[in-house]
């Protein structure tokens, strides 16, 4: 199972870094909006702070001759895990396709029904982004679609992975990982969420007070030599 923070935003990226051992990170062209200084900036700092881990950036142009040379200019810049994350407009996917028998690794993006995501994994791309509560919006459930693709490429053999995307509950997190995404791109709005319940907070706090009732003291000092 894979986790990504669906952001670009450097303090949230370092701080949970800084305890989880998350897989990587996933933009989009408004996700990158939200971040102060040039572009490019923004890109190297994140390259950097991600370590080699996986890097998911969404090309900002639309049309196939532009992705092709903004992905070339990427794979020259990126350090990281690359993956170029392109939409399956009829455009994105010619450029998934052509992108990919060159041997680049590309996510595809804005995936909101079955055959989207179908014709992403015919046209070779390593992961498929499945927009779950954007299709909500619209009342399909789309962690029944993702259940969907996922039988279709059992059957047919596909090998791409789905990370679940476009979340605003824990709960459509959680029937994504059980529904078969093998990976699931957080907001960090949600994150906290995801790892701390009450209950594991005041088992803690409980375990803690009543050692501390009893021997006084907590931690190394107690093994003082
Ligand atoms: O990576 C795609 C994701 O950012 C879309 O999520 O929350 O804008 O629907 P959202």
Redesign the pocket.
């Known amino acids: 199972m894979e986790y990504l923070l669906?952001t670009a935003n450097k303090q949230l990226i370092k701080d949970i870094l800084n305890y989880y051992p998350i897989d990587g990170i996933?933009?989009?062209p408004?996700?990158m909006t939200k971040e102060p200084g040039a572009y490019l900036d923004i890109l190297s700092d994140l390259d950097t702070l991600l370590d080699g881990r996986q890097f998911h950036i969404?090309l900002t142009s639309i049309t196939f001759p532009d992705m092709v040379e903004e992905a070339k200019r990427l794979n020259d810049i990126i350090q990281s895990e690359l993956y170029l994350?392109i939409p399956v407009s009829h455009e994105g996917i010619k450029a998934i396709y052509k992108l990919s028998k060159q041997g680049f690794k590309v996510t595809a993006?804005?995936v909101t029904n079955l055959n989207q995501g179908i014709m992403a994994a015919k046209a070779g791309a390593s992961y498929l982004?499945f927009?779950v509560?954007?299709t909500a919006s619209t009342g399909i459930n789309g962690n029944d679609v993702i259940n969907e693709i996922i039988s279709i490429f059992k059957r047919d053999g596909y090998q791409t992975k789905i990370i679940g995307?476009?979340?605003?509950s824990i709960y459509q997190i959680n029937k994504s990982i059980l529904n078969g995404c093998k990976s699931v791109?957080v907001?960090p709005t949600l994150f906290k969420e995801l790892m701390e319940t009450t209950v594991t907070k005041e088992s803690i706090e409980q375990f803690t007070n009543n050692f501390k009732d009893r021997f006084k003291q907590i931690g190394p000092s107690i093994y003082k030599e």
């Open positions: 669906d996933t933009t989009n408004t996700i969404q994350k993006t804005a982004a927009y509560n954007r995307a476009s979340y605003k791109t907001p």
